[in-house]
């Protein structure tokens, strides 16, 4: 999940930069019956997300008694 707090107005080119990381933990298991495990495989990039709208709800406080 990505939540926003603001549009990407502000930014260059209105578009907000995302930056993304993924670790896999890997294991494996052969046809011939071998297992065994490897390294942690992390991959990551950079984006961008235009986001044209925020939208938040707002309420108006109760009365403390």
């Known amino acids: ?3 926003f707090d603001r549009s990407s ?3 260059k080119d209105s ?5 993304v990381k993924v670790s896999y933990a890997i294991t494996y ?3 011939d019956g071998a297992s065994g495990s ?3 495989h992390t991959t990551s990039a ?4 235009p986001v044209a709208e925020i939208q ?3 309420t108006q406080p109760t009365k403390q008694p």
């Open 1 to 3: 999940m990505i939540v």
């Open 9 to 11: 107005a502000h930014f």
């Open 15 to 19: 578009v907000t930069p995302v930056d």
């Open 29 to 31: 298991t052969a046809s």
């Open 38 to 40: 490897m390294d942690t």
């Open 46 to 49: 950079t984006t961008t997300i």
């Open 56 to 58: 938040v709800i707002n």
